[in-house]
């Protein structure tokens, strides 16, 4: 049961039927600043249970496995710690039923560099239930340019899409499995090029042999639980959307020839490498999808792409020596 305030005063919905803001502007706000001051934290102290009940999902595997690596090269600490500075935030909050409940944070740092490109830190929060705390499940860092408009409403509010939404030209629930198939084989065609679609796959394949060192990936879609996509309804009838991938990197070398390991593999690595290296991935990525109807490729109506990869995250969570 949630208790919502309304224009006649104090009423008793059922929490998970009502429509109701994600989160009041105070919340969000609040929970930006414990995500900052508990990810401060953890990076200082290589302690990933400072900060492992304010991450979830893509970027909670990330960040936690980056902690641990750091605490078995570094356990004194980190030596490099500066700590992060997540200012001039914009919230965008969806009217949503049920949960997990969910909002944007689109927010400057001081990671930027004075003299170049002042890239945007946006950070998707999720909250499972009204007794747990809110949780970043996805950051992407964009250039300012690529953060769109949203769609609100006449109090402000934003609208999110739903997994399996007909409205778009590719459901965000299938944004995982198609984005794998098409790192795979190039299918779907309907991904804009880009650093993180065509370019990615060419530098995978001028990669996959070195001399002596042969290289093979395999991506996995993830899409359920702490996984699970989010979209959120832009301007233009399309959405902005958060989508996850699982990917594994298998190195072998060539006769008398070992895969390099770094201190940070190292430390998340399980058995020997003799001839063979696996690394496990996590890889969330930040697109914008057309209109059902509005995009070209798949989402029909005009040349432009269904769906434009705008950002990648990714971070080794595991590996494998053999």
């Known amino acids: 049961m ?27 706000e609040k929970a930006l600043e414990d995500f900052t001051d508990a990810y ?20 909670g595997e990330i960040n936690q496995a980056g902690l641990k690596a750091g605490s078995v090269v570094s356990p004194n600490g980190n030596t490099r710690h500066q700590p992060l500075e997540l200012t001039d935030a914009k919230y965008t909050i969806p009217k949503k039923a049920g949960w997990p409940r969910w909002f944007i944070a689109d927010t400057t740092s001081n990671r930027n ?48 899409v739903e997994p399996d939404s007909e409205a778009l030209a590719v459901a965000p629930g299938d944004l995982s499995e198609e984005y794998a198939s098409f790192l795979k084989s ?29 290289t093979q990936y395999v991506d996995e879609p993830l899409g359920d639980g702490d996984f699970a996509p ?30 390099e390991v770094s201190a940070d593999v190292k430390a998340l690595m399980k058995g020997e490498v003799k001839n063979s290296l696996t690394k496990n991935w996590i890889s969330s990525q930040a697109a914008l999808v057309a209109p059902n109807g509005g995009g070209g490729a798949g989402g029909g109506g005009t040349d432009a792409p269904a769906v434009d990869v705008k950002g990648r995250l990714q971070g080794v969570t595991g590996a494998t020596g053999s």
């Open 2 to 28: 949630a208790l919502s305030l309304t224009a006649g005063g104090c009423v008793t919905v059922h929490g998970e039927l009502a429509v109701l803001p994600a989160a009041k502007p105070s919340e969000a």
């Open 40 to 59: 401060n934290a953890a990076d200082k102290a290589y302690d990933p249970a400072l900060d492992a009940d304010r991450v979830t999902g893509a970027l």
């Open 113 to 160: 560099r004075p003299d170049g490109p002042k890239f945007r830190w946006v950070l998707a929060f999720v909250r499972n239930a009204p007794e747990e705390p809110w949780k970043c499940a996805y950051l992407t860092i964009l250039r300012p340019g690529d953060v769109p408009e949203f769609k609100k409403d006449a109090d402000g509010f934003a609208e999110s």
């Open 186 to 214: 190039g299918s779907p065609e309907h991904f804009a090029d880009g650093p993180h679609t065509d370019k990615w796959r060419e530098s995978r394949e001028e990669n996959g042999r070195l001399p002596g060192l042969t």
């Open 230 to 259: 989010l979209a959120m309804r832009t301007a233009d009838g399309g959405a902005m959307a958060f989508f996850a991938t699982r990917i594994y990197e298998r190195q072998t070398g060539a006769k008398g020839v070992r895969p």
